[in-house]
């Protein structure tokens, strides 16, 4: 059955072989079949277009279509590889593979400063890293004060930015996160290597320690 319905949206906006996505992840073909299988759920949920909209894509992370969310907007803009408002198939599966247990270290490091790079400007500046944790905050257990808030970006940003230009560059991400490797716990989702099983990933942090590395 799943070949079947794989053969018959070939022709659909956005799918790619999963054979090639296989090859291009650390996906095996039958993980990239079961992948389609979320995909088709996602994208089908509000618009059945064969494409998650930013809508079916909040509602599947968050469960709240309604409620924005800055760090919900990232994670698709992400994923949006093309930047045209949807997310396809192979722009799903190739985003999603970051988060395999298999994915290379510098991958994930990479993402997570994309994350965090709210301007694009390739750099992260303290109000990016404050505005980012409050939004991880408004979807976790977690309360902290205002106060708390504050300490936590001005130790990180004090411990990242070794050369004291009050921005965070690639290279001393990098280094920050080599010494806070906390930061990455939720870079990886062990189910990705068994998808038996398998539902719509959570990025939502439970520990202010996976935040900006707050020990």
Known sequence: MGCFCLKKVRNKSGYKDPT????????????????????????????????????????????????????????????????????????????????????????????????????????????????????LLGESDLLLSNDMVEMIVEKAMVEADSNGDGKIDEEEWREFVKNNPSVLKNMTLPYLKDLTSLAFPTFVLNNEAEIVGNK
């Open 20 to 135: 090639i996505l296989a090859s291009e992840t650390p996906f095996t073909v039958n993980e990239v079949k079961a992948l389609y299988d979320l995909f088709k759920r996602v994208s089908s949920s509000i618009i059945d277009d064969g494409l998650i909209h930013k809508e079916e894509f909040q509602h599947a992370v968050f469960r709240n279509s309604s409620k924005q969310n800055l760090f919900a907007d990232r994670v698709f803009d992400l994923f949006d590889v093309k930047h045209n408002g949807v997310i396809e198939f192979g722009e799903f599966v190739r985003s999603l593979s970051v988060f395999h247990p298999n994915a290379p270290i510098a991958d994930k490091i990479a993402f997570l400063f994309r994350l965090y790079d709210l301007r694009q400007t390739g750099y992260i500046e303290g109000e990016e890293l404050k505005e980012m944790l409050l939004a």
